[in-house]
């Protein structure tokens, strides 16, 4: 398993200028993505044992990561 952080722009490389677009103009969508980073950056340190946790709550987290991410793609996909 590579424990690389799943970074948006990584994530949609063809969706970088409307994500950033949207940041500025969507209030709702910007705090989306700030919601999936602070998410992403709780799954990466669990991965990497910077802050271990159970494997239950990094699956819960990992879960509330995928949700985000398709919320995320649902607006980006309309826009």
């Known amino acids: 398993m590579s424990h690389t952080p799943h970074e948006l722009a990584a994530e949609f490389p ?3 200028a409307v994500i950033s ?3 500025a103009s969507d209030r709702r969508f910007a705090r ?3 919601r999936y980073h602070e998410v992403n950056r709780a799954v990466h340190r ?3 044992n910077a802050e271990p ?3 239950e709550a990094e699956t819960i987290l990992r879960k509330k990561r995928a949700a985000l991410k398709d919320e995320i793609w649902s ?3 309309a826009a």
């Open 75 to 77: 607006i980006l996909s």
């Open 46 to 48: 669990a991965e990497v």
């Open 53 to 55: 946790i159970s494997q």
């Open 32 to 34: 989306l993505t700030e």
């Open 21 to 23: 677009a949207l940041k």
């Open 14 to 16: 063809d969706k970088v």
